[in-house]
């Protein structure tokens, strides 16, 4: 167990519903990574926050949004979701860059099925 | 852009065989390198890590090996167990932050 806990598991919407995705990272880790893993491939990098200000985004529309709380847990948002959406959502907590060392821990994940 | 690949999808091993899965990038400028386990329903986990300025590493049961010139990693996990089985993925630091670009992955089946 890494520590770091996403919730819910696993989630089924509509095509053009909204969805909150949340992540708890880990004690004493300020840095929080979302990545989107469709079916057969690696994750994918969505955006980073650090001390609750996005701090890097990947190639993802603005419909993809997050937040980072005090306490460095930190949501995923997504608008007007698409068939292409339905992935594994991901959420990596570190404490510092990965760069110069610092493992990222990943939780389990949230499945993600927009039907 | 910034890429990783993997040479092969899928990797078939008999227990207690050494299994080896490979890994290209494409940035020379790289200077650190990771590989992630993931098993059915989780998220990666960390295995072993390696930085530019050697080029091979040891863990328990896992060596990774580091070839610059051909931009090339490699995994080698010795006496393969069932446990083993996953995809692995490498993956490389990317920015000035956190951000990983990962490999494809490699599915590893151990057959008894």
């Known amino acids: 167990e890494t520590g770091v806990t996403q919730s819910p598991t696993h989630l089924i919407k509509t095509r053009g519903q909204q969805v909150t995705l949340r992540c708890s990272s880990q004690?004493?880790?300020?840095?929080v990574s979302w990545y989107q893993q469709a079916l057969g491939q690696g994750p994918q990098f969505i955006f980073q926050?650090?001390?609750?200000?996005?701090?890097g985004r990947g190639n993802f529309p603005p419909r993809f949004s997050g937040l980072q709380f005090p306490n460095y847990s930190s949501e995923l948002n997504v608008n007007a979701l698409e068939l292409d959406d339905s992935a594994l959502y991901l959420c990596a907590s570190s404490r510092g860059n990965v760069r110069g060392g610092t493992e990222a821990f990943f939780g389990q994940g949230t499945r993600l099925t927009v039907v | 852009g910034e890429s990783v690949g993997l040479h092969l999808p899928t990797l078939s091993v008999q227990e207690g065989d050494n299994s080896i899965i490979n890994c290209a990038y494409s940035?020379?400028?790289?200077?650190?390198f990771i590989w992630y386990k993931q098993e059915s329903g989780k998220g990666p986990q960390f295995i072993i890590d390696?930085?530019?300025?050697?080029d091979k590493r040891q863990g328990q049961r896992v060596t990774v090996l580091l070839n610059k010139t051909v931009k090339h990693l490699s995994l080698q996990i010795a006496a393969t167990q069932p446990g083993d089985s996953a995809v692995y993925f490498c993956?490389?630091?990317?920015?000035?932050?956190?951000?990983?670009?990962f490999g494809a992955g490699t599915r590893l089946a151990v057959h008894p």
């Open positions: 004690s004493g880790h300020n840095t």
């Open positions: 390696i930085r530019s300025n050697m």
């Open positions: 926050y650090y001390r609750e200000e996005e701090n």
């Open positions: 993956a490389v630091p990317s920015g000035g932050y956190n951000k990983l670009i």
């Open positions: 940035n020379s400028a790289s200077d650190y």
